[in-house]
């Protein structure tokens, strides 16, 4: 992701369109995520724990789930 801005705008207009397109959730946590890795902004870091939690309460079961804990585990400390 290049952009993160944009990778966050774009899964935000998805998410308007679709509430329960989960991708579009994960795509939000990685550009969140992104841009806190960048700019070390809290707002960002909560940005993207809250879209990464949302990504696996749509998907409880996903195959990447211990994945996305584990990054919002490193994003919680």
């Not at 952009?3 to 990685?30: C, M, Q, R």
């Amino acid at each position: 992701m290049t952009n993160p801005k944009a990778t966050v705008s774009k899964a935000l207009e998805s998410i308007k369109v679709d509430p329960t397109y989960s991708e579009a959730y994960l795509i939000a946590g990685f550009g969140y995520k992104n841009m806190y890795d960048r700019t070390k902004n809290q707002n960002d870091k909560q940005k993207a724990i809250n879209f990464f939690n949302q990504y696996l309460t749509l998907v409880p079961n996903a195959s990447n789930k211990d994945g996305v804990k584990n990054i919002i585990k490193t994003l919680s400390k």
